[in-house]
């Protein structure tokens, strides 16, 4: 069995954690950021295709302390490197250092890759290696100068769908989307708006969730070009997880819209390439416009935050008319995501609940506002 790590921003863990633990996987431990588990190579196939919330997933090869540069070396070239890297593997390395008398990411950088050639060299009988064979993008995390070596089976973010090929401003990463709908517990006979949808990424995520087709399904995976797990352990995972698509998973009403009609088109395009655009409808419309009689509705957004000062009033103002509009529906359910400090009070109520999370750097809070839940085959 390995050991691997799938990576998640600040916030996310118990949720990246519950999907592991949804797919079958035996957790081992969660800590900020990282949550490791146990798979074998079918698993890490499966992890990087059905993981929505993760940022990568890693293949844990060691840890250990890190208080000086000899001990990093030898440590380092003690890992057995040989049983992944091939002789001609491309093998950068990358990696951060947080709170660590070894500080310096390019000094850390280099004397892994050193440890690691010098490794190879031994092993391989070459004083030379081209790198001219498939990817082993090496990571390391170094914290508290402990040190975790490990080898990125993803490639790319998990956020890297596949489907969003134009981009908005301000857009919304994939991997959040999706952990903001898990938050809000929405089920698709559950009707959802989000009315500043934006390049579309939460109806199409919550589309791709109600349909059970795998995130990672239509991209690729650096790992699938490695010769330990082989072709056929993808071809069997990419079959498995399209034998588990719905066709019809009965939604209610997934819309989206925006006052941007070139905003709205992109949205739909993204929509046809996730392969859900019959799922969704768009509409461009103002906010000052919105309005529905429908009951039990659930409201998951990401509005303008005002991060610039010249756009703060128009912001605070747009955040009165949210409160003005939705909390008369009392039995709608609401999730809001904003950095806005004051949103609560601009709103007009204080949440059920709200959670920091962080949306490109930006710290957030996710306000929850829960309504009641609707009576069995009812609006």
């Not at 352990?233 to 399209?242: F, H, N, P, T, V």
């Not at 009951?295 to 605070?316: A, Q």
């Amino acid at each position: 069995m390995l050991e691997l790590i799938a990576s998640s921003t600040f916030g996310l863990e118990s949720i990246v954690k519950d999907e592991l633990w949804k797919l079958g996987f035996e957790i081992i431990n969660v800590e900020n950021g990282q949550i490791s588990f146990r798979a074998d190579f079918y698993g890490l196939a499966k992890a990087n295709l059905w993981l929505r919330c993760a940022e990568r997933v890693f293949l844990k090869m060691g840890e250990f302390p890190a208080r000086d540069f000899d001990e990093l070396y030898d440590n380092t070239r003690n890992l057995p490197w040989e049983e992944w890297l091939p002789v001609n593997a491309n093998f950068p390395v990358t990696g951060k250092s947080v709170k660590s008398v070894l500080h310096s990411v390019p000094a850390c950088q280099s004397i892994i890759k050193k440890a690691i050639v010098d490794r190879l060299k031994d092993k391989y009988r070459k004083d030379w290696f081209e790198e001219d064979g498939p990817l082993y993008p090496v990571y390391f995390a170094l914290y508290k100068d402990r040190i975790t070596l490990s080898i990125n089976t993803s490639g790319e973010g998990l956020h890297k769908r596949g489907y969003r090929e134009l981009s908005a401003e301000a857009p919304l990463q994939e991997t959040l989307a999706a952990a903001i709908l898990y938050l809000s517990r929405w089920q698709p006979d559950r009707i959802l708006i989000d009315p500043f949808c934006g390049s579309g990424t939460i109806p199409v995520e919550a589309a791709l969730m109600g349909r059970n087709i795998a995130p990672g399904i239509q991209r690729r995976f650096v790992a699938e070009e490695w010769p330990q797990l082989g072709k056929k352990i993808w071809q069997e995972a990419r079959a498995e997880a399209k034998a588990l698509e719905i066709d019809d998973p009965g939604f209610r009403l997934l819309m989206g819209s925006d006052i941007d009609p070139q905003v709205i088109k992109i949205a739909r395009h993204h929509a046809k390439k996730a392969g859900v655009d019959d799922c969704i409808h768009f509409q461009t419309a103002s906010f000052e416009d919105f309005q529905s009689s429908r009951k039990y509705v659930c409201i998951i957004t990401n509005p303008p935050y005002g991060e610039r000062l010249s756009d703060r009033k128009e912001v605070e103002k747009l955040y009165r008319l949210m409160g003005r509009k939705l909390l008369p529906q009392d039995t709608w359910s609401f999730y809001i995501l904003t950095s806005h400090p004051d949103f609560e009070r601009l709103f007009g109520k204080r949440a059920s609940k709200r959670r920091k999370l962080y949306n490109g750097g930006i710290e957030c809070q996710f306000y929850q506002y829960y309504g009641p839940l609707p009576p069995a085959n009812k609006e």
